[in-house]
């Protein structure tokens, strides 16, 4: 249980001596990654095509002006795409100071129906999609995203419904460690069914939807400039992360050894199933391999 994160936190010296790695090293090409997410979908019998299943469950923005449509994916860096839709849409706002970009009152995020409704009124919505907008979405280790979660939404949160929940079981003064064991409990066994906590796969329908940038949140630079490459999208500097801004001294991927390392076997393959179709469908690597927490489709 140790091992895998040692692996991954001396990866450079531990894996490959010779070689200095960095995050572009692992960042996984689109259509390589759908091609392997489709032939698992195939396989498991989840359909493929555009059915009445097309749409994603998350949440999707439109940015009109470069026809980016973007597929909202909780706990994998959307809060920082949302800042960066809004700079894009001339919200001069500092990104730090944006504590509107949830409730975003200073206008409304656009969805596909607009597109349909104000630009492409003799198209359907999927071909719409298909043929005129750039389809973004970004996915990540449920390991990772489900310790981030657990710091955004308990930790961060000292009287949220879900603390409420797990002091239920465990006095005020529990570790952080205890009250992780008791919410992965309460997450994997559908007492909390909150969507930063739910599977990827579904609510992105990955299986169908015809996305021409599916990133990773482990490699979010090298596919963001990417995506503005391809877009056209010039001159608009992108938000970053909490712990690269200094929001927090340590990253969720910093963390793994504290609230995995506790944890029993039973606790650990309680969390793979969960999220199983997750690391099957999206090549993430689990704790025993040494490329954790990046996707690695050979394993």
Sequence with gaps: IHEPVLKFIDYNEYVKPDVQLTHADFVVDTAQLLDHIHAKC????????KNRNFLPVAVTIAVPQYNLLYVSNPKTG?????????????????????????????????DIEYMNQNFYQNLTVQEIISKKMYVVGFVRNPITRLISGFRNKVLRVPDSGYNKKIYAELPRDASDVDRFKVFIRLVTSGVITDHHFTPQYNKMRV?????NMLGQTETTSENIRKMMRETGI?????????????????????????????????EIASIYEFYKMDFELLGYAKLDNPKFPYIDLDS
């Design 42 to 49: 195939v396989q498991d019998g989840i359909p493929t095509h």
């Design 234 to 266: 010039e001159g608009v500097d992108f938000p970053g992360s909490r712990s690269e801004t200094g929001a927090d001294t340590r990253s969720s991927l910093d963390e793994v050894g504290e609230f995995i390392d506790p944890l029993t076997p039973a």
């Design 78 to 110: 959307s809060t920082s795409f949302k800042k960066f839709i809004l700079r894009l849409n001339g919200d001069e706002t500092p990104y730090d100071q944006m504590s509107h970009v949830h409730a975003n009152k200073k206008g409304r995020y656009l």
């Design 207 to 211: 299986c169908s939807f015809p996305y």
